[in-house]
């Protein structure tokens, strides 16, 4: 059974190349808009992973992974901050909010389905 990642980009297009890469890898996907559409989505339904950008509107990621990690059935979610964003405050923050691992955009693959392998357990 293939694990699902839940990817939450503002870019349509961002989203769109991260889930050609993981989806080629053999994951299922989960896409929202922002971290408030991301929140709608978190049903119930088990998320191995979620992929997050920082700065979005409506709900920023670093707003998001803090609520994420507020909900039961998603505290222990690992959550990798994918983003062009380089402010050392802002990578603190983010994993002060509880975000495990950092990867900066453009990604490469080989960076992303690294990470992406050492956070979701086999």
Known sequence: MAKTIMIVDDSASMRQVIGITLREAGYDLIEASDGKDALKKLDGTKIHLI??????PNMDGISFVKEVKQHPKYK??????????????????A????????VNKPFQTKTLLEAVSKLILP
């Open 51 to 56: 992929v997050s950008d920082i700065n979005m």
């Open 76 to 93: 222990f979610t690992p959550i990798i901050m994918l983003t062009t964003e380089v402010n050392q405050a802002k990578k603190d923050a």
């Open 95 to 102: 994993k002060e909010a509880g975000a495990r691992a950092w």
